[in-house]
């Protein structure tokens, strides 16, 4: 039996003129929880995550975020949830300090340099002499963590992860894995859309796969010891048979 | 207002402040309008002056003439002066074209000469080089430039999606911006607004003027930047902003306020010099030839005068009655000119009306109409002195008619009759004062203000579907 649902998404259709994207999806992420949503090219995972933002007036079914529907109030919603993009996009005139202090401002969270900011940028392994430079000059390694640490600095209850590996090389990859799952130790409830089955398998407390607009398999990570079947996850998602 | 409003106002001018191009062309515009102005009124001071000059030196010769028959001093003439409003400075309008100095003769109406834009190089009649020059021309397209990519920048980075997930809405977003390129707007037009607030304060001019210019010109500069803001939240892409903006500004500031006169000529045409002159020469000989012996109205004002004088021939009268048909004759052209000048008049307010009219699609004849008035060099303060140069005309010809009237000896005057030099320095000179510029409820100003503010409301009230669509556009 599943915790409150932070994230409860009902038997969701969406449709962009007669495609239609979404097909009745289920999901449903708990707070503290990191649920890893695979899919294709045109599976439907940018669509959910626009749902879940508000950017989109479903069809048909129920999102709610913390118990709140984006589509009739989105900024509600939008207050209760943090959002990184898989193209990481900041203002290339202002430093990395400034993007988050100004998006925090927009959001009215706390912008402390001294207690909120430095801290967050400092958490996501952005070295200290980038604080100060204007992102224009960031990789998109670099832009990625300052968009974590805006992420981070909301701490709001809900975290959704477009690609956020996506750029990333491996070691910055582990160090972002265990930033999140220290936000999930911290109980918030973290979607995470995604291509990298590594980072899935690495931090995922459940990995759905997402076909065709509906979530076609559901797989829980172990109590103990491997959490997932690596080779089966891959021929899963892959489509490759498993020899053995 | 709500904090994320003014935050994302702040931040324009912030990344204004960072981007070098479009701070240091923001900062030679307000450079360009401050020069525009400080040279304008040296230039309007220097005109003045040289005006002044020129009319003192008319007058004296003119008093400096020998003893004549007074009606060698009638096609002697005087020169007249147009002096300039203290806000001619501003905006020159229509004075280059129109002329400043008019020849004033008996028996007809010269019109204004020497305009600066005959005399000068071809360039000047691209316009002369003025605050309301800039403004009107040169600060909607820097205006466009700042912002057609405030929105749909913001939609082809991706920071749309990221700044709408902090939970600020499309109206929010759509008003910081608008707020933002609004004060980047008034900033361009600070430099002369300050400089119309001193000139006030000093006493140079009336507050009521120099306040409704403002008013004029920050509605007008308030309007491109929200045109800008609107277009580029429409757009998909900043480049069909920038195509979109450019074209509003070619049609509505280069081509419309350029063809549409053209287009009013063609509707209505007005009578040339030649064909004026000929129309009034027919029109005087209709009512009567003073020197034809049998010509109907002459003879019966020889009737009339004889019979007010008592007597029964023209030889026994105690004036020189030469003068006196002189005088009817004066009266009588005076009149007609009058007449044709009025129908002229009427046809050119006819063409500047269907010009007008389209002040709602080109919002640039309003302000530029509003403009000219507040600055006392529009077509209307032309004609003030026109009129009342024509008046001082009338009332001077007479003045030396009546000189001829009275000390012409009616009969054996002599081959070459003269009268003492001393007389001319008792002939009626032009004294002229510039009109008080329009207030509120002018129709020169209340309609074009009214055009701009529609202008204002209507982007204001399209702003409220734009933002909504902004708020769910960033799938």
């Known amino acids: 039996m599943m915790r409150d649902a932070a994230i409860d998404v009902r038997a969701l259709r969406h449709s962009y003129g007669q495609r239609e994207v979404l097909r009745g999806l289920d999901l449903r992420v708990a707070a503290g929880e990191i649920y890893a949503l695979l899919g294709g090219n045109g599976a439907g995972k940018s669509t959910t995550l626009s749902a879940l933002l508000g950017f989109i007036r479903p069809g048909s079914g129920s999102v709610q975020v913390c118990g709140i529907d984006p589509a009739t109030a989105p900024q509600d919603a939008r207050a209760q949830l943090a959002y990184v993009p898989e193209s990481v996009a900041l203002y290339d005139h202002l430093t990395a300090r400034e993007n988050v202090e100004y998006f925090l401002a927009l959001a009215r969270a706390a912008r402390d340099r001294g207690t909120v900011i430095d801290p967050a940028l400092d958490a996501v392994g952005l070295p200290g002499h980038a604080w100060d430079a204007r992102v224009g000059g960031f990789s998109k390694g670099m832009r990625q963590k300052v968009a974590i640490a805006l992420a981070l600095a909301r701490h709001v209850p809900v975290l959704l992860l477009d690609e956020p590996t996506s750029g990333l090389d491996p070691s910055a990859t582990l160090e972002f894995n265990r930033l999140i799952e220290t936000a999930r130790d911290r109980g918030v409830a973290i979607l995470m859309v995604t291509h990298d089955l590594l980072s899935a398998v690495d931090v995922a407390d459940r990995i759905g796969f997402l076909s065709e607009g509906r979530i076609e398999e559901e797989l829980v990570a172990g109590a103990a010891g491997a959490r997932f079947d690596l080779n089966a996850l891959h021929a899963r998602y892959t489509g490759a048979k498993v020899s053995g | 207002m709500s904090a994320a409003v003014t935050r994302i106002a702040r931040e324009e001018w912030r990344a204004l402040a960072r981007n070098r191009a479009g701070l240091i062309a923001s900062m030679l515009l307000a450079l360009l309008v401050l020069a525009a102005a400080l040279v304008s009124v040296e230039r309007r001071n220097a005109i003045e002056s040289e005006r002044a000059r020129y009319q003192a030196s008319v007058d004296h010769q003119f008093d400096e003439q020998p003893a004549r028959h007074p009606h060698r001093m009638v096609h002697y003439g005087q020169f007249v002066f147009r002096p300039l409003s203290p806000l001619a400075f501003f905006d020159f309008g229509v004075d280059g074209f129109t002329g400043n100095t008019i020849f004033l003769e008996g028996h007809r109406q010269n019109s204004a000469n020497f305009a600066e834009a005959r005399q000068s190089s071809l360039l000047l009649r691209f316009g002369q080089l003025t605050p309301a020059f800039v403004l009107q021309n040169l600060a909607p397209l820097l205006l466009i430039f700042l912002a057609f990519a405030s929105v749909s920048r913001e939609r082809e980075r991706g920071t749309l999606r990221l700044l709408l997930s902090q939970g600020v809405d499309g109206q929010r977003l759509l008003m910081g911006k608008l707020i933002g390129h609004a004060g980047i707007a008034l900033a361009i037009g600070a430099p002369a607004f300050i400089l119309l607030l001193g000139i006030a304060a000093s006493g140079g001019a009336e ?269």
């Open chain 2, 207 to 475: 507050w009521g003027a120099g306040l409704l210019l403002i008013l004029g010109y920050a509605g007008w500069l308030l309007l491109w930047a929200m045109l800008a803001v609107l277009v580029s939240a429409s757009v998909r892409r900043s480049r069909d902003a920038l195509i979109v903006l450019v074209g509003v500004w070619m049609v509505g500031v280069v081509l419309l306020p350029r063809a549409l006169p053209e287009v009013a000529a063609v509707r209505t045409t007005l009578p040339t010099r030649i064909e004026t002159e000929v129309a009034l020469h027919r029109d005087l000989k209709e009512i009567g030839d003073s020197h034809d012996p049998d010509d109907p109205y002459f003879n019966d004002f020889k009737a009339r005068t004889l019979a007010h004088y008592g007597v029964a021939r023209v030889e026994d009268l105690p004036v020189q009655y030469a003068g006196l048909v002189g005088m009817e004759g004066e009266r009588i052209s005076t009149d007609l000119y009058a007449r044709a000048a009025a129908r002229t008049a009427g046809l050119e307010a006819k063409q500047a009306g269907f010009v007008q009219s389209f002040s709602a699609l080109s919002p640039l004849l309003a302000i530029r109409q509003l403009s000219m008035a507040l600055s006392g060099s529009d077509m209307g303060a032309h004609g003030h002195f026109l009129d009342a140069a024509e008046r001082f005309r009338y009332r001077f010809v007479q003045a030396l008619n009546q000189m001829q009237v009275d000390q012409i000896p009616n009969t054996n005057a002599g081959e070459d009759p003269r009268i003492a030099a001393e007389n001319w320095k008792t002939v009626p000179r032009f004294s002229y004062t510039v009109p008080p510029p329009p207030g509120l409820s002018d129709p020169r100003v209340l309609p074009n203000l009214a055009v701009l503010g529609g202008w204002l409301l209507a982007l204001v009230l399209l702003a409220l579907p734009v933002a909504r669509r902004l708020g769910r556009a960033a799938r």
